[in-house]
């Protein structure tokens, strides 16, 4: 029997073409939606116009991206997308991952069950429906909150008339809807611990918070590492349906809700220009990559086993 590293290609490819057809749906996506797409980055440096198509247009080079560095908001505009991205992926990652130790500890499968699927829900609620749901919560006039405080006699509250409470709620609105679905992956990951190591520990004497902290922790640390960096390749790109939903067109919250995405919608939405869109999009993409680079390898000196590559 030849050894594996005297095999050719192609008795390689016949060795193990059952695996290499079950990736073929995910080779295909990504060449279809990520790689098919880049020639398009070309609009990033040209005055597009319908008639002359991508390749036809004037080429205007690094024009595009003064939009955003003429505007003067260049730099509060990320510091706030990094910012509220960070929160998103910090502190969503600890929940999901609370939520799924809480989960797997649960000893009542019907009630685990119950709890999964109303936590997984809001995941499924659309943006615009969550914004509607928010204005109801927090209008002046006629929103719920209001109506308490009313009631308890004590006076209303201005939530959009005031910037500084925003930070906050846009997280714990994130937070509420996102966290049922990202514990998904934790939760099958704590399924795949070997259930003998388990159970050796509970021989053992080991309570809950001991096998939490120096079995199900340690075996959660690899998946941890590799979503976190991915979300940081996304760290630049803001949720626009969420902020965009929830804050709108309210000027008064723009000095701390406002992030790239919205800030390039309100120009760009009249006159449609698609190469100062392309624009930005190239330097969320550049500043992404830049970062998951630079966290890959701080991750490879420190455990290379995490490392994405």
Known sequence: MKRKSDLTFFQKVKRSRTLLLMCTPAVLFFFAFNYMPLPGIWVAFVKYNYRDGIFG???????NFEFLASSGKLLSLTKNTILYNLAFILLGNFLAVFVAILLNEM??????????????LP?????????????????????FVNGILTSLGMERWQPYADPAVWPGL??????WQQTGYNSVVYFAAIMGIDGEMMEA???DGANGFQRIRYIILPSLKPTIVILLLFALGGIVKGNFG???????????????????????YR????????STASAVGLYQSVIGFVIVMVVNWVVKKIEPDYALF
């Open 242 to 264: 969420l902020f965009y939903n929830i804050v709108g067109s309210n000027s008064i919250l723009y000095t701390t809700t406002d992030i790239i995405e919205t800030y390039v």
């Open 123 to 143: 995941y499924f609620i659309s943006q615009v429906l969550v914004g509607f749901l928010v204005y109801n919560l927090l209008n002046y006039d006629t929103g």
């Open 170 to 175: 846009l997280v714990v609105i994130y937070l």
């Open 267 to 274: 120009a760009t939405m009249t006159d449609f220009n698609f």
């Open 201 to 203: 520990s509970k021989v």
């Open 107 to 120: 000893r009542s499968k019907w009630f685990k069950k119950v709890s999964q699927t109303i936590m997984f």
């Open 57 to 63: 247009s004037k080429f205007v080079g690094l024009d």
